[in-house]
């Protein structure tokens, strides 16, 4: 049974960080492109590009209200994706998906080219 899951989200201060991981069962998240999503509050038909890793050398993307601030990285030994989100903003504030595509997208932000998708987990910035 293949199944993806995202963990580390919380409650955090503006200006801080968390490491969202991505990890899945019953497949290898190395042999995927992994694309990092969120949903904002009230907008629930709506997923938001954060952050894509491809199969191929290893390029990643970013969107660019994130640009400089995460980071997506593959840690192959655990079967995970990392992302690391730093100087957190209130406006980052959100569910936060991990989904895989078998083939690297043509369209990075496209959710129809990612086959399987996790549970979200939920990030908030506030003081």
């Known amino acids: 049974d293949v199944q993806l899951q995202a963990s580390g989200g919380g409650l955090v201060q503006p200006g801080g960080s968390l490491r969202l991981s991505c990890t899945a069962s019953g497949f290898t998240l190395a042999n995927y492109a992994i694309g990092w999503f969120r949903r904002f509050p009230g907008k629930e038909r709506e997923r938001e590009g954060v952050?894509?890793?491809?199969?191929?050398?290893?390029?990643?993307f970013y969107a660019e209200v994130v640009e400089g601030r995460f980071t997506i990285y593959r840690d192959n030994a655990k079967n995970a994706v990392i992302l690391q989100m730093n100087s957190l903003k209130p406006e980052d504030t959100a569910v936060y998906y991990c989904a895989a595509a078998q083939h690297d997208p043509r369209l990075v932000w496209a959710t129809d080219e990612y086959d399987h998708w996790g549970q979200g987990t939920q990030v908030t910035v506030s003081s």
């Open positions: 952050s894509s890793i491809y199969r191929t050398h290893g390029y990643t």
